[in-house]
């Protein structure tokens, strides 16, 4: 279960104050992958980001239950002069994982040859997605954050990836990010749109692409007036 009370998040520059969303309260049911849903720059990965606590809101906090993991993608737990095979070990250590077990998933999944014993700031960005989802992959979290990660690599990985990300999700919730609507109704069974500031959830992910797209159209529209 995920409780947000009275959530905000504002970015304070030389330019002046960016609000991205102000006095969000919502409790996220159990039991559900939502798709998260929102323009560019709606404040989606932002929003992930404090859900899993690597970024603190400005006011308003996030009530957790269970394990839940970091936003699997940007690979921003992750330490760069660490290599692949540290920066596994590591995070088994943290999580109460056997680290030998782990890192042999990982290594076999990612399939980043010689790369997996190299720094991490060596990497691509595809590679740093491939070790997150396989790091990820290989902890049972009881919510998985997703940000675009399925989308990363060949198409025999992003085949492997959602395999087993549909396998994981047999035990566990989700919250995803995607710009691809036939990855939100393949993985997503309800659904929460980020629109300035405010959210909504919606009980069928059907429900809130539609009112996502319309948004959209919205926009475009009073773009071209």
Same mark, same amino acid.
């Given at each position: 279960?995920?409780?947000?009370?009275?959530?905000?998040?504002?970015?304070?520059?030389?330019?002046?104050?960016?609000?991205?969303?102000?006095?969000?309260?919502?409790?996220?049911?159990?039991?559900?992958?939502?798709?998260?849903?929102?323009?560019?720059?709606?404040?989606?990965?932002?929003?992930?980001?404090?859900?899993?606590?690597?970024?603190?809101?400005?006011?308003?906090?996030?009530?957790?239950?269970? @394990? !839940? $993991?970091?936003?699997?993608?940007?690979?921003?737990? *992750?330490?760069?002069?660490?290599?692949? #095979?540290? %920066?596994?070990?590591?995070?088994?250590?943290?999580?109460?994982?056997?680290?030998?077990?782990?890192?042999?998933?990982?290594?076999?999944?990612?399939?980043?040859?010689?790369?997996?014993?190299?720094?991490?700031?060596?990497?691509?960005?595809?590679?740093?997605?491939?070790?997150?989802?396989?790091?990820?992959?290989?902890?049972?979290?009881?919510?998985?954050?997703?940000?675009?990660?399925?989308?990363?690599?060949?198409?025999?990985?992003?085949?492997?990836?959602?395999?087993?990300?549909?396998?994981?999700?047999?035990?566990?919730?989700?919250? @995803? !990010? $995607?710009?691809?609507?036939?990855?939100?109704?393949? *993985?997503?069974?309800?659904?929460?749109? #980020?629109? %300035?500031?405010?959210?909504?959830?919606?009980?069928?992910?059907?429900?809130?692409?539609?009112?996502?797209?319309?948004?959209?159209?919205?926009?475009?529209?009073?773009?071209?007036?």
């Amino acid at each position: 279960m995920i409780q947000l009370e009275n959530l905000s998040k504002v970015f304070f520059t030389h330019t002046g104050d960016h609000t991205v969303f102000k006095g969000l309260s919502l409790s996220l049911p159990p039991g559900r992958s939502l798709g998260l849903l929102g323009r560019n720059g709606a404040g989606k990965s932002t929003l992930l980001q404090i859900i899993a606590g690597t970024m603190q809101p400005t006011t308003g906090r996030v009530i957790r239950k269970g @394990m !839940i $993991s970091w936003p699997i993608g940007a690979a921003s737990s *992750f330490h760069p002069e660490m290599t692949g #095979l540290q %920066n596994t070990r590591f995070l088994a250590r943290i999580y109460g994982i056997d680290s030998d077990s782990l890192a042999s998933f990982v290594e076999d999944f990612a399939d980043i040859g010689k790369h997996f014993y190299m720094p991490l700031r060596t990497y691509s960005s595809g590679m740093k997605s491939r070790l997150s989802f396989g790091v990820a992959m290989g902890i049972p979290f009881d919510t998985y954050l997703i940000d675009e990660v399925t989308g990363a690599g060949d198409a025999s990985f992003k085949e492997k990836s959602k395999s087993l990300f549909r396998a994981r999700m047999n035990n566990a919730d989700a919250i @995803m !990010i $995607s710009h691809s609507m036939s990855e939100m109704r393949n *993985f997503c069974d309800s659904g929460l749109v #980020l629109h %300035n500031g405010e959210l909504e959830f919606f009980d069928k992910i059907e429900n809130a692409i539609e009112r996502h797209e319309n948004l959209l159209e919205d926009m475009k529209r009073k773009k071209i007036r």
